[in-house]
């Protein structure tokens, strides 16, 4: 199976003289976005201790981000196919610039949530609109997936890069500098992006519901919030009432679109099993690399005992794999077939996360770097699961495509960091002694320095090593999914 559409126009007749260009704009850009997602992890202590935020503040500062820019994405990308996709990069850059900036004056832990909401606010409209100008800027089907590939390597490495940069930079300035080093960056995105992106819009861009507005951003900011504390606090009833009114809400605005003949989100796109195999493959992708992220950076600074650059730079093997593997996958899919391709990312994957489970304890980290670098081949799996969801989209519906895989990253996240997040956590208060102090049985933090100490870090290794079994095991399984739903024939090259 081809993904069947109208020929499309030779690059060289159609496609932007400056298109590569162009992309290198574009990719840079979400490397800072996704870098903004994991170093204030890092910035948090120092910022905490300045501004003396409590544990509330703390989680908000952390969540704020995450929360506005899930909860809009859907009524962006709509907006922007209508006003243009262009402008609403460009003002996301602005936003983003500005809302950076705006750290200098911020002198209490409300104002730094508020700017964290601010971000939010220009990630969600720079993520989704990066994917749209893909489209738009690579008509022909085969460079497109190159493209993609590209972009998909740059989120890969930005997640894995974001506490290196953090590190240093707190090693030689103040909290301030992890806000700061976004407003260079943004301000050449803004100039270069005027210069070499063109202006597109959808020429049939879906009609912009108040209702549908409502529930989708209600929807989603419940469903995340509500994942994420279910990792904190727990299976309680509010949290868990929570997620089902978000569930709820969501399904609501689901049926709301599937009546509509143009909706908010084409929500039609999932009755292809293409494009249900790439998000499903970017969502997975997400959960078990953002748990590794989570279990891996802990383990490397509080059982290793290295500081946050240090930690930093052994996170790199995941980004050395991960700039190979996906701008790789789709010439290797050209020639050998998509779907072996995206399955055989998503056992290397597997693999990777599977040799936590197998290496000896305590955990040696060449063979925990072994398994970084395994993740990040893997990630090959991402790159062509964004060829496939972008390819399988008509050209009018890029930016519900956008959408749709922003959301499955967004959402895949919370998902590794919570449930993951706390699979890890039961492991470790399993392995530890009875009558161990309270402050231990909380985190591997609180048990530095007491009595179970050594007991507590062998209970960590054994937790990186359980989330490492669980990821793979998941990973394995939606492989076989995908093997099982997507046509053996399905061609990257080909699209709409």
Known sequence: MTLQSPPTPAPTATAPPRRWAGLAVLGASLLVVVMDMTVLNVALPDLTADLGAGALAQLWMVDAYALVLAGLLIPIAALADRWGRRRMLLTGFAIFGVASLAVLVAQSPGEVIAIRALLGVGGAMIMPATLSMIRVLFPDP????????????????????????GGA???????????????PLMVVALVAGRLLLPESRSDRPGRID????????????????????LGKDGPEPATLGLLLLGAAVLGGFVLRCARQDEPMLAVRLFL???FRSGVLTALVSSTVIMALLFVGSQWLQLVQGWSPLVAGFALLPMALGGLVGPPVAPAVAARVG???VLVA???????????LWLLPRPLPYPGVALAFLLVGFGTAALGLASALIMGSAPAHQAGSAAAVEEMSYEV??????????????????AGLPVGAPEQATESLTG??????????????????????????????????????????DVDVSAGH
Request: charged content about 10%; cysteine-free; aromatic content about 6%.
């Open 142 to 165: 085969r460079e497109r997936a190159t493209a993609l590939g590209l972009w998909a390597s740059t989120a890969a490495v930005g997640g894995a890069i974001g506490p290196i940069v």
């Open 169 to 183: 930079l707190l090693e030689v300035f103040s909290w301030h500098a992890a806000f700061l080093v976004n407003v």
């Open 210 to 229: 108040p209702a549908g507005v409502l529930l989708s951003v209600g929807g989603m900011v419940a469903v995340v919030y509500a994942v994420k504390h």
């Open 272 to 274: 292809d099993p293409v």
């Open 338 to 340: 998509a779907r072996r």
């Open 345 to 355: 990312g998503l056992l290397v994957l597997a693999a990777g996360l599977a040799v």
């Open 412 to 429: 895949g996240g919370v998902l590794g960091v919570a449930l993951l997040g706390s699979l890890a956590g039961a492991v470790y208060r």
């Open 447 to 488: 048990a530095l320095g007491t009595s179970v100490e050594s007991s507590a870090m062998a209970a960590f290794a054994d937790a990186v090593a359980a989330v490492g079994l669980a990821g793979a095991v998941i990973t394995l399984a939606v492989a076989a999914v995908v093997r099982w739903q997507l046509p053996a």
